[in-house]
T-cell receptor, first 115, second 110 residues
Framework: DAEITQSPRHKITETGRQVTLACHQTWNHNNMFWYRQDLGHGLRLIHYSYGVHDTNKGEVSDGYSVSRSNTEDLPLTLESAASSQTSVYFC??????????????FGPGTRLTVT | GIQVEQSPPDLILQEGANSTLRCNFSDSVNNLQWFHQNPWGQLINLFYIPSGTKQNGRLSATTVATERYSLLYISSSQTTDSGVYFCAVPSSYNTDKLIFGTGTRLQVFP
C-alpha cells in the first residue's frame, strides 16, 4: 500500500543546531506540504512543493527551508533551531489535477523539542 | 484570507449518542476535507467533500458550498471516536494550500 512516512518520530535538539526532518511518500504525488501543529493555532503551512525542484513558502516559513530533488522526498530543515520551533510537524502529499486541489494525505508526524 | 470556524469547540458524549459538528468558511471553496486526529496524534482522512453528501459507515458529511458550511455527522458514537475533528479548506480558490479550523474536541465515554 502507498504511504507517507516521517522520521524521526521524536527528536530533542538544542538551540542553534541544524535539524532535518525527513518525509517520504510512495503515492507518486507531485504535491508535498509541511505543516506545524501548535496548541491554540491548529495546523499551519510552512513550505510546499508542486514538483521536483519547485519549493514555495507558506504562512510560517521563517527559519525553515526545503528542497525537492525527487518526487518521493521533501526534507524540512531548521537552519538554527529555536525554542519557538518546538512543535509537532506533519508532512502531507496530494495528486495534481491540472491545478485543481485534491485530497491531501498526512504522515504520522514528528514531535520536535528544542531545549 | 479565508476564515474557518468550527463548532462546538468541545463535545462530551456517552457511547451510543449522535452528534453534529459544524464547519463554517468565509469564502468560496472547491475543496473541503474532514480529518480525525486520534489520541495518538495521527491525522486520519475522513472525507474529501467539496459539495454534496457522503457516507462512510457511522459517519457522514454534507457540504453546502453556496452557503459556506459543512456538517459532519457521527451516529452511535463509540469510545474510539474520541479525538479532535478538523475541517480544512484551500487558502484561496483553486489552490492546494489548506487552512485548518481550530477543531472540535470530542470525548466519548462508555
Amino acid at each position: 500500500d502507498a504511504e507517507i512516512t516521517q522520521s524521526p518520530r521524536h527528536k530533542i535538539t538544542e538551540t542553534g543546531r541544524q535539524v532535518t526532518l525527513a518525509c517520504h511518500q510512495t503515492w507518486n504525488h507531485n504535491n508535498m506540504f509541511w505543516y506545524r501543529q501548535d496548541l491554540g493555532h491548529g495546523l499551519r503551512l510552512i513550505h510546499y512543493s508542486y514538483g521536483v525542484h519547485d519549493t514555495n513558502k507558506g504562512e510560517v516559513s521563517d527559519g525553515y527551508s526545503v528542497s525537492r530533488s525527487n518526487t518521493e522526498d521533501l526534507p524540512l530543515t531548521l537552519e538554527s533551531a529555536a525554542s519557538s520551533q518546538t512543535s509537532v510537524y506533519f508532512c502531507a502529499s496530494s495528486e495534481s489535477r491540472g491545478g485543481a486541489p485534491y485530497e491531501q494525505y498526512f504522515g504520522p508526524g514528528t514531535r520536535l523539542t528544542v531545549t | 484570507g479565508i476564515q474557518v470556524e468550527q463548532s462546538p469547540p468541545d463535545l462530551i458524549l456517552q457511547e451510543g449518542a449522535n452528534s453534529t459538528l459544524r464547519c463554517n468558511f468565509s469564502d468560496s471553496v472547491n475543496n473541503l476535507q474532514w480529518f480525525h486526529q486520534n489520541p495518538w496524534g495521527q491525522l486520519i482522512n475522513l472525507f474529501y467533500i467539496p459539495s454534496g453528501t457522503k457516507q462512510n459507515g457511522r459517519l457522514s458529511a454534507t457540504t453546502v458550498a453556496t452557503e459556506r458550511y459543512s456538517l459532519l455527522y457521527i451516529s452511535s458514537s463509540q469510545t474510539t471516536d474520541s479525538g479532535v475533528y478538523f475541517c480544512a479548506v484551500p487558502s484561496s480558490y483553486n489552490t492546494d494550500k489548506l487552512i485548518f479550523g481550530t477543531g472540535t474536541r470530542l470525548q466519548v465515554f462508555p
